[in-house]
């Protein structure tokens, strides 16, 4: 399957994919660990050591030399059948190789783990092209709001029935950059490179100001 977005050097994109039939991808909380720290080891153009993955491994992945990355990471979320990625390209090669090393290792993994054969995702990854800053913003707001999808999953129909449970919901879901905007430092914030993003909030205030903002627009 030909992907018809081209990863235009410097250009922004939204990147997701979803388990084949909407089968879940991730059935524990290690599937999604896992998969977080492949989103930062699978980012390099050195030698990639997915043996590092392995939970018995001695080198903690967070702590490895990554050198040059093939993209640059501004924002993701992980739900249990699809994942979401903000990535900002550096060039057609490298990030369609930053890809086929996530889809290719978290398939090989998942399948092995899971006594299953047969392809995991639904084909290459989708991308749409950002190229309005307006709709770059709002992106932020896409991808951390999608989780408010396990608690209600019609909030976008009818509107947020508990405005209270959905934002504590949000400050305490480990597999986003939620957390890492809301100014807590952990070792995870090492798969951002806010850098390459337009400083859009500067403060962690004013990112959970403008998030749930929108969750309160939405509400009952």
């Known amino acids: ?79 249990p059948n699809h994942f979401h990625i903000l990535i900002r390209s550096k060039n057609e090669k490298d990030t369609g190789l930053f890809l086929q090393r996530i889809l290719l290792s978290h398939s090989k993994y998942f399948n092995i783990k899971n006594e299953r054969s047969g392809t995991l995702f639904q084909g290459k990854s989708k991308a749409e092209h950002i190229n309005k800053d307006t709709y770059l913003k709002y992106i932020y707001t896409y991808i951390h709001l999608n989780i408010i999808k396990l608690i209600q999953s019609d909030w976008k129909e009818v509107g947020i029935k508990n405005i209270k449970k959905a934002k504590e919901y949000l400050k305490n879901y480990k ?38 903002e929108f969750l309160d627009y939405g509400k009952n």
């Open 1 to 79: 399957m030909t992907r018809l977005v081209q990863f235009t050097p410097g250009e922004y994109f939204h990147i997701y994919n979803r388990g084949t039939n909407k089968m879940k991808i991730f059935l524990s909380d290690y599937d999604y660990s896992r998969f977080q720290k492949l989103l930062y080891l699978a980012n390099s153009k050195e030698t990639v050591k997915f043996s590092d993955l392995n939970p018995k491994s001695p080198y903690p992945v967070w702590t490895q030399k990554r050198g040059e990355t093939l993209v640059d990471i501004g924002a993701y979320s992980l739900m």
């Open 175 to 212: 597999y986003s950059s939620f957390i890492d905007y809301s100014g807590i430092n952990r070792l995870e914030g090492g798969i951002l490179n806010k850098k390459a993003f337009p400083n859009y909030f500067q403060t962690p205030k004013q990112f959970e100001k403008e998030i749930f």
